[in-house]
Nanobody, 121 residues
Framework: VQLQAYGGGLVQAGGSLRLSCAAS????????MGWYRRIPGMSRALVVS???????NYADSVKGRFTISRDNAKNTVYLQMNSLKQEDTDVYYC????????????????WGQGTQVTVSS
């Protein structure tokens, strides 16, 4: 299974970015998907997650500004980032809990490559 992320970049404070992440491979089913960010000196921190039936869990710092969505037919998750702040600058990692043809229907987490989001003043 591979996760390919797109959409990072440089934006001014107050601007918007849209990240996407597509899972591909021998996928039987995808459960939770979402985004983490890398906090310097710490392990990755959850930004937002979404279940297969659309329930979401947002970090307090992004509530009201970020919106997660997914296309189950495409095994793709999206992150619309609005009203970006300098403190949102980070590397963002997508993940997906995937059951494959080789995993006996057990789910495991797969990660995409990080995508850099830089918010300037």
């Amino acid at each position: 299974v591979q996760l390919q992320a797109y959409g990072g970049g440089l934006v001014q404070a107050g601007g918007s970015l849209r990240l996407s992440c597509a899972a591909s491979g021998a996928i039987v089913s995808v459960n939770n998907m979402g985004w983490y960010r890398r906090i310097p000196g710490m392990s990755r921190a959850l930004v937002v997650s979404i279940t297969s039936d659309g329930n979401t869990n947002y970090a307090d710092s992004v509530k009201g500004r970020f919106t997660i969505s997914r296309d189950n037919a495409k095994n793709t998750v999206y992150l619309q980032m609005n009203s970006l702040k300098q403190e949102d600058t980070d590397v963002y990692y997508c993940y997906a809990d995937v059951a494959t043809y080789y995993s006996s229907n057990r789910y495991r987490s797969y990660w995409g490559q990080g995508t850099q989001v830089t918010v300037s003043s």
